[in-house]
């Protein structure tokens, strides 16, 4: 039972960067970590995932080369930095942690949002000019 607190997100230039956290008052070392987003009339989707280890992590095509996902342990937070961010990326990110999870690509390209063991509330990236 976990509570993942999003952090981060703004209005940010087309082609601009930034960083967002998913932290946890308790350690989630043992857990896989997902970032989502939703985006208005638009179904969820898995953006990059971390297994518990950090030894594998999976990025959706289209981010792809412009995200990175990393875990700090000791501080039991998670980020994804993200650049030369797109309109196209605006919408609610979320993150999601799950400890049965063993494959990391079946985490982010599940539909079945509900088999996930928690989320935070999400933080808002709006990238316009």
């Known amino acids: 039972q976990l509570r993942l607190v999003e952090s981060g997100g703004g209005l940010v230039q087309p082609g601009g960067s930034l960083r967002l956290s998913c932290t946890a008052p308790?350690?989630?070392?043992?857990?896989?970590i997902g970032w989502f987003r939703q985006a208005p009339g638009k179904e969820r989707e898995g953006v990059a995932c971390?297994?518990?280890?950090?030894?594998?992590?999976y990025y959706t095509t289209s981010v792809k080369g412009r995200a990175t996902i990393s875990r700090d342990y000791a501080k039991n937070t998670a980020y994804l930095e993200m650049e030369n961010l797109k309109p196209e990326d605006t919408a609610i990110y979320l993150c999601?942690?799950?400890?049965?999870?063993?494959?990391?690509?079946?985490?982010?390209?599940?539909?079945?949002?509900?088999?996930?063991?928690?989320w935070g509330q999400g933080t808002q990236v709006t990238v316009a000019s």
């Open positions: 971390i297994s518990w280890r950090g030894d594998n992590t």
């Open positions: 999601t942690a799950e400890e049965r999870i063993t494959n990391i690509r079946d985490m982010c390209e599940t539909t079945a949002f509900h088999v996930l063991d928690a």
């Open positions: 308790t350690s989630f070392s043992r857990y896989a």
